[in-house]
Nanobody
Framework: QVQLVESGGGLVQPGGSLRLSCAAS????????VGWFRQAPGKEREGISCIGRVERTIYYAESVKGRFTISRDSAQNTVYLQMNNLTPEDTAVYYCAASELAGGLYCSGSVQQYDYWGQGTQVNVSS
C-alpha cells in the first residue's frame, strides 16, 4: 500500500522559510514523478513544483519560481520543498503527490497526472 506523508508545515512570518518533507512508503520516489501542490480556501488545487525521475525535469510555477526549491533524497525516500521568502499569499494546505505516468520520467503541475496523494500539511504565513 502506497502512503505519502507530508510534514514541516506551520506558522511563519512573512519573509521566513519552511522546508516541507514528503516521505513515502510502498513506493520508491526515485522512480516516479513527484509533485507539490497547494490549495488555499476557496481556490483550486495548484501545482507549484515537481521533479521527474530525470532530475533536470523540474518544474516551478511562476508564483514560486526563485523562492522555492524541490529536491529528492533517494536514501531517505523523501522529496523536499524548501520555501523561502514566504508571503501571506503562500498560505495554503500543501500536498505532495506521486505519478507513475511515463515511468515517472516527466512531471507537470497537472492534478490529473498524479496517482497517489498525501494528506496535506498546513502552511500559514502571517505576522
Amino acid at each position: 500500500q502506497v502512503q505519502l506523508v507530508e510534514s514541516g508545515g506551520g506558522l511563519v512570518q512573512p519573509g521566513g522559510s519552511l522546508r516541507l518533507s514528503c516521505a513515502a512508503s510502498g513506493l520508491t520516489l526515485e522512480y516516479v514523478g513527484v509533485g507539490w501542490f497547494r490549495q488555499a480556501p476557496g481556490k483550486e488545487r495548484e501545482g507549484i513544483s515537481c521533479i521527474g525521475r530525470v532530475e533536470r525535469t523540474i518544474y516551478y510555477a511562476e508564483s514560486v519560481k526563485g523562492r522555492f526549491t524541490i529536491s529528492r533524497d533517494s536514501a531517505q525516500n523523501t522529496v523536499y520543498l524548501q520555501m523561502n521568502n514566504l508571503t501571506p499569499e503562500d498560505t495554503a494546505v500543501y500536498y505532495c503527490a506521486a505519478s507513475e505516468l511515463a515511468g515517472g520520467l516527466y512531471c507537470s503541475g497537472s492534478v490529473q497526472q498524479y496517482d497517489y496523494w498525501g494528506q496535506g500539511t498546513q502552511v500559514n504565513v502571517s505576522s
